[in-house]
């Protein structure tokens, strides 16, 4: 823990001084001249932005265009598992405080009766997520520790679906990019083939084995059945249909990081080839700890294998976590090259997080580079604060928008997080003093950098200009009307 602390004033006071440098040109002029009523709205945030609860009224109602990084297994929230464990007559250990098969084992409660003892509810929901977790303690742990206690659940896809989708539609996101692992075989294959240094004859073997034609037929089936089940739920098509029945939802396939190289490379030759046949499968991302053992020492290979894949499949877009790290979470070597090489070998589009973005080599050519080449950077801020350890501010998103790399405001495991889409939004405005046009601009760029086929992001845009327009003149004619109250009082 000692190593935390120390880590953390590190931070604090090189970002300290960035921060200062930063404030200044925060929101900087915006793209296009502001209307009276963008105006108006700015006018309001600016006021309401000291007022934490007015503050998110004015953020929930905001047109927030998509979410682009959030795991659809960590934006569940924990009481949604526990419910479904019940309901599949599973238990709950209160040794491990995880969901699990009932068996007999000593500290096994029934998930049902769960409900009728609030105590033990409210532990598990503690241990299943970041609520009510101690901050100075080692959120890292925790975090990724969540995953296994509801993994017997994880699995209802089509009722995860429908959770996320109405949330989303409930905060005013039109459009959500959800990582999952969309099937076991490529793992399965990958192990049983094993490694070969030599990438095309291992691609041609796991192609040979039937890779492609296993994979996707059940995918599709699986996917099928999940949105059909999500539509039951929301009452789609009826007139009762759930506003979550509009939201438009793609899927990015996650590459487990840590596990074997032949694990992994089987996994990203999967991906690469369901995105080129699957609509609704848009792209590929490398997920788990950055800062695991395995996902640290085959980090150069995994870019080398994405760089020999990406010129197979060149229409696949990429987005990686790059830079979910600290000062001493890792040696410092590790801590200089993820990012760059992510973009520069790895070909990636978007980053995930790039939290440690000050600590690679050269920082400030990252920075010009990823905005030349027009990279964006997924913005978690609730999840980097609790896995890596500080307090908001330390986060370099000032740095990103002084130097006009593109950002995006995303959630990334909410249910875990206990955090919302608004909640995101609002710690922008409260941490980081993002200002009305550089949150539109934001919400924008969640659209443009979508991988979602052309025809839909055409009409998402529209969409959300149109929802902007709508926010603004509410929110001009709600001003004039306590203007002029003032005014006669
Ligand atoms: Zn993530």
């Known amino acids: 823990m000692s190593m935390t602390r120390r880590a953390r004033g590190f931070r604090r006071a ?7 440098c930063a404030l200044a040109t925060i929101g900087a002029a915006p793209l296009s001249r502001p209307t009276s009523v963008e105006t108006a709205t700015a006018r309001e945030l600016s006021v309401v932005r000291r007022d934490p609860l007015r503050l998110r009224a004015f953020l929930r109602e905001m047109p927030k265009g998509g979410d682009l990084h959030n795991h659809l297994s960590g934006a ?15 238990c709950v250990s209160t040794t491990t405080m995880s969901i699990v098969v009932c068996n007999g084992t000593p500290g096994e409660m029934s ?29 890292h742990d925790h975090f990724f520790a969540t995953f296994g206690k509801f993994s017997p659940v994880s699995t209802r896809t089509g009722e ?6 109405a949330r989303a539609a409930a905060e005013h996101v039109s459009y959500l990019e959800l990582m999952l692992t969309p099937d076991g075989t490529p793992a399965r294959l990958g192990r049983s083939i094993g490694w ?7 691609r041609e073997r796991l192609l040979m084995a039937g890779l492609r034609e296993t994979v996707i037929p059940q995918v599709r089936q699986r996917l099928d059945s999940a949105e059909s089940r999500q539509r039951e739920l929301l009452h789609c098509g009826s007139a009762a249909a759930d506003p979550g029945c509009a939201v438009i939802v793609r899927y990015i396939a996650q590459v ?11 996994q990203m030759l999967a991906w ?7 609509p609704r499968i848009v792209s590929l991302n490398l997920v788990q700890p950055e800062d695991d053992p395995t996902a640290i020492r085959d980090f150069t290979l995994h870019m080398t294998m994405l760089d020999f894949l990406q010129r197979r499949y060149p229409r696949v877009p990429i987005t990686l976590h790059a830079g979910e790290l600290a000062d001493g979470l890792v040696p410092p070597e590790a801590l200089r090259f993820h990012v760059r090489q992510s973009v520069e070998v790895g070909h990636a589009t978007r980053i995930g997080h790039g939290a440690s973005i000050m600590n690679e080599d050269r920082p400030f050519a990252l920075l010009r580079e990823l905005a030349a080449r027009n990279v964006l ?7 980097n604060e609790q896995i890596l350890g500080g307090n908001g501010k330390q986060h370099p998103l000032e740095m990103l928008l002084k130097y006009r790399v593109p950002v995006a405001i995303v959630t990334d495991d909410m249910g875990v997080s206990r955090s919302s889409h608004t909640n995101e939004l609002a710690k922008a405005v409260e941490d980081h003093g993002v200002d009305y046009s550089t949150l539109k601009r934001m919400v924008r760029n969640s659209i443009d950098f979508a991988f979602v086929e052309a025809p839909t992001k055409a009409r998402l845009k529209t969409d959300l200009e149109n929802a902007l327009a709508v926010f603004e003149r509410q929110h001009a004619a709600a001003t004039t009307l306590k203007n002029n109250g003032r005014t006669r009082m």
């Open 76 to 90: 569940i929230y924990a009481e949604s598992y526990l419910r479904w464990a019940a309901e599949d007559r599973l």
């Open 272 to 278: 690469f080839e369901l995105a080129g046949a699957e």
């Open 196 to 202: 070969d240094p030599g990438l095309v004859s291992l």
């Open 111 to 139: 998930a049902g009766d769960v409900f009728q003892n609030a105590a033990i509810y409210n532990q598990i929901i503690d241990a299943m997520s970041m609520r009510h977790w101690n901050a100075a303690l080692n959120g």
């Open 160 to 165: 995860m679906l429908a959770e996320v989708t």
């Open 256 to 266: 487990g990081r840590s596990a074997p190289r032949e694990v992994v490379f089987a």
């Open 377 to 383: 950077v997924e913005v978690a801020l609730s999840s």
């Open 14 to 20: 090189s970002l300290a001084i960035l921060t200062v």
